[in-house]
Nanobody, 128 residues
Framework: QVQLVESGGGLVQAGGSLRLSCAAS????????MGWFRQAPGKEREFVAG????????YYADSVKGRFTMSRDFAKNTVFLQMNSLKPEDAAIYYC?????????????????????WGQGTQVTVSS
């Protein structure tokens, strides 16, 4: 079972940028499809972005498309979420998630139940 640790959250003004990181350990990083989710107070956890095992395919929630970019670094066993043009409605706890996926299998996994491993989350606060 892979372990995930997020970092990089903080307080930023609207229009600013943050880069979240998620370090993976205890598993074969390249065998995992990765995702970012977020959860604001009183709301359900929602999908933000996903990336394939190879890193060759990324996909995003409509609310962040064009502003957020997800990537992965196999040398560092880390995935990133670059968040630009942040809005107050982006404020939430951001979670990294992993789904062990057989080679050759791909999909645009968008549900929390699609992922079996989770990090503890990192807080993002956006001031208006």
């Amino acid at each position: 079972q892979v372990q995930l640790v997020e970092s990089g959250g903080g307080l930023v003004q609207a229009g600013g940028s943050l880069r979240l990181s998620c370090a993976a350990s205890g598993g074969t990083f390249s065998s995992y499809h990765m995702g970012w989710f977020r959860q604001a107070p009183g709301k359900e956890r929602e999908f933000v972005a996903g990336i394939s095992r190879s890193g060759g395919s990324t996909y995003y929630a409509d609310s962040v498309k064009g502003r957020f970019t997800m990537s992965r670094d196999f040398a560092k066993n880390t995935v990133f979420l670059q968040m630009n043009s942040l809005k107050p409605e982006d404020a939430a706890i951001y979670y990294c998630a992993a789904r062990q996926t057989p080679k050759g299998i791909s999909g645009n996994y968008r549900y929390a139940t699609d992922f079996g491993s989770w990090g503890q989350g990192t807080q993002v606060t956006v001031s208006s």
